[in-house]
């Protein structure tokens, strides 16, 4: 790999810190909007739904635009709204006559930074002329997991240092991330996703293709297998095991995410010498005997333990799954990518709705929730044995420069 696409790697792990920094920050605030702002956690919660649901509206816009102006523009204008966002957080709710409307207006503003970052960022990376693509999508989806857990360290410490009243200049310490990276993306060179001479497959013709729509349900369950459990994993260790929350959060979501990052990293290291569909076969396995260690098991440590391994075991499902699809569909182009990040986020929502819906029905039974979702691991494993019988992975074609 040529040192000038090094940089341009380097920038996308960066991006994927700032897709980090806007998921989980604001979460973390929750309670101090509630008592700043007298607003009903009901509402609040909102911010979330919004948050995500404008990134699967960008999931599916994007490929209208991407094209037509670049990706060197859209990565820009991305980085730029997530910067935006941020800053506005801390302004808008003192000016707006309603805290809440302030609070919404900034989440919007730095979710469709965030959602045009998942469409660009694999991609770009994708097309840069590297050695071995997996083990670059893996090292690069890492980076989520490094910024998640870098989030909630550093706001923690910073909290306990400064007091939480002084959310607002972290919040803006936090946008120069963002700020910075995109100063990145104006200098970093950038490459073709499609061949000279190729003309890239659009919406229609990617539907006609049955590996395609095999690739879009192994990206769902990758997302709902990973959010499944992520997302209900500090609730389950309070509630359904009996821990405090600062152990659960610890034994429970941070785990989880460290884990999920070192497994990532370790086929971003190690993935020319190890066989992709075997491994993703492999982690499938492993998600569902954590997902059934969770449900079944008695007592809290093998809860926990279930907690921890399964963020291992989900590690390589969303940028693995992202390297088939590419490899299976060379000329998927924009739309390829934007659709399989569609579907992923899907799996993403629907994955934890599920796990509460279900919990509902037992009541309020966390542990039958996260059993229900072993349909998921065990989904992605029946899409990885019929790819493999497809000959869906193919050689990866080489990329060309502009």
């Not at 998921?23 to 948050?51: A, E």
């Not at 003192?94 to 409307?101: G, L, N, Q, R, T």
């Not at 002329?129 to 893996?138: D, F, G, H, R, V």
């Not at 809290?300 to 921890?308: H, P």
Request: hydrophobic share 50%; net charge positive.
């Amino acid at each position: 790999m040529k040192l000038n696409y090094r940089k341009t790697i380097y920038a996308c792990f960066i991006g994927y810190i700032v897709q980090a920094i806007v998921n989980n920050f604001v979460p973390l605030l929750f309670l101090t909007f509630q008592g700043s702002y007298g607003i009903p956690l009901s509402k609040i919660t909102m911010l979330v739904t919004i948050n995500f649901g404008l990134q699967l509206a960008v999931d599916l816009i994007s490929m209208t635009f991407v094209d037509k102006i670049g990706y060197r523009a859209s990565m820009v204008i991305a980085h730029l709204f997530a910067a935006a966002g941020m800053v506005l957080l801390t302004i808008l709710p003192e000016v707006s006559e309603d805290p809440f409307i302030g609070l919404l207006t900034a989440v919007t503003i730095y979710a469709l930074g965030g959602g045009l970052l998942e469409v660009l960022l694999s991609p770009v990376v994708e097309a840069c002329p590297s050695e071995n693509k997996e083990k670059t999508m893996s090292m690069l989806h890492s980076f989520y997991c490094w910024g998640h857990v870098g989030v909630v360290l550093i706001s923690t410490v910073f909290f306990g240092l400064f007091g939480i009243r002084n959310w607002k200049i972290l919040a803006c310490l936090w946008a120069l991330v963002p700020l910075c990276n995109t100063f990145l993306f104006t200098r970093v060179p950038m490459a073709s996703l499609i061949e000279d001479g190729e003309k890239e497959l659009s919406v229609k013709e990617l539907a006609k293709q049955k590996v395609f729509w095999v690739m879009m349900l192994m990206m769902l369950c990758a997302g709902a297998s990973e959010q499944s459990v992520s997302q209900w994993a500090s609730t389950f260790a309070e509630k359904g095991l009996g821990v405090s929350k600062t152990i659960g959060d610890l034994a429970g979501p941070m785990s989880f995410a460290v884990l999920m990052g070192s497994s990532r990293a370790l086929y971003g290291k190690y993935g020319d010498k190890i066989d992709l569909n075997k491994f993703m076969a492999g982690s499938s396995l492993l998600c569902i005997a954590a997902y059934l260690c969770i449900a079944l098991m008695p007592g809290s440590l093998f809860g926990l333990a279930g907690c921890a391994v399964c963020g291992l075991s989900v590690g390589i499902m969303w940028p693995g799954t992202f390297s088939k699809a590419a490899a299976a569909i060379p000329r998927g182009g924009t739309a390829l990518f934007a659709l399989m990040a569609l579907a992923g986020d899907l799996g993403c929502s629907g994955g934890p709705t599920l796990v509460g819906m279900v919990s509902s029905c037992f009541g309020e039974d966390l542990k039958k929730g996260i059993l229900a979702a072993v349909v998921f691991p065990l989904l992605l494993l029946a899409g990885i044995f019929f790819s493999v019988s497809k000959s869906a992975s193919v050689p990866y074609h080489s990329f060309s420069a502009k």
